[in-house]
């Protein structure tokens, strides 16, 4: 029998479990308003900055819709109440991106063929448009990891399966910090920036034009690639 040594629960985290639990006894229901900031602060005997940090983690989670100017609500929870646990380890674990890199070969390879079987044209433009920006970030010498992004998360839309997206959805904060971190490590070599531009121009043009295989190759060797190099750069500053 393995047994792990019980860790201390920060504050945050303990708030946020708090409000799970009214969530699931349904003490809490969708549409209902949370108390102001401040009124949360007096109740749990907590600072504001802990009320925020768990106001953040339970956004992330899906759990609450934070409406500027408004106040904080409860959504109504369907698929993410699957994927609410994967937002919480990925808003509290720290050191996984090469994690993140196996699960995106996971998720995307196999979205990227289908994606190629089922993009629609304004799919395909949001792809191609996610690319020019691409194209200006790169000519302009910027890290470009939000068209990254965008163009990672049109292909999730083009396989029109909702729990994909919804799952693509639930770590597109964590990947875009990811893809931050990951392309200016990248970018050390200079050659690089090109070559990636060129690795999702050509997975575009193989969902483009249809071709399932292609598209799944294309997106595999590009995640493998991205993430052989973040290991070497990590691997060497651990020394």
Excluded: C
Excluded at 63 to 72: A, D, K
């Amino acid at each position: 029998m393995i047994l792990k040594p019980i860790k201390t629960k920060k504050i945050y985290e303990q708030i946020v479990d708090q409000i799970g639990i009214l969530v699931a006894e349904g003490q809490l229901k969708p549409g209902d308003r949370l108390p102001s900031e401040r009124e949360l602060a007096e109740r749990f005997q907590v600072s504001r900055a802990s009320i925020r940090e768990a106001i953040s983690a339970l956004e992330m989670m899906g759990l609450i819709e934070v409406r500027s100017g408004e106040g904080t609500y409860i959504r109504q929870v369907n698929i993410e109440s699957v994927v609410a646990p994967l937002a919480w380890m990925l808003f509290i674990e720290k050191d996984t991106d090469l994690e993140l890199y196996e699960v995106r070969k996971v998720l995307e390879v196999q979205a990227a063929g289908i994606a190629a079987e089922r993009a629609q044209e304004d799919e395909i433009r949001d792809m191609h448009e996610a690319l020019e920006v691409m194209r200006i970030d790169l000519e302009k010498d910027r890290l470009g990891e939000e068209a990254d992004h965008h163009f990672h998360f049109a292909i999730a839309r083009a396989t029109h399966n909702k729990i994909l997206i919804r799952l693509m959805n639930t770590i597109s904060d964590t990947m875009q910090k990811t893809l931050k971190s990951s392309r200016s490590k990248l970018y050390e070599d200079r050659d690089t920036p090109e070559r990636l531009y060129r690795e999702h121009y050509d997975l575009f043009e193989a969902i483009k034009s249809h071709n399932v295989l292609k598209a799944q190759e294309l997106m595999l060797n590009h995640l493998i690639g991205v993430e052989n190099h973040l290991a070497k750069y990590m691997l060497m500053n651990s020394k």
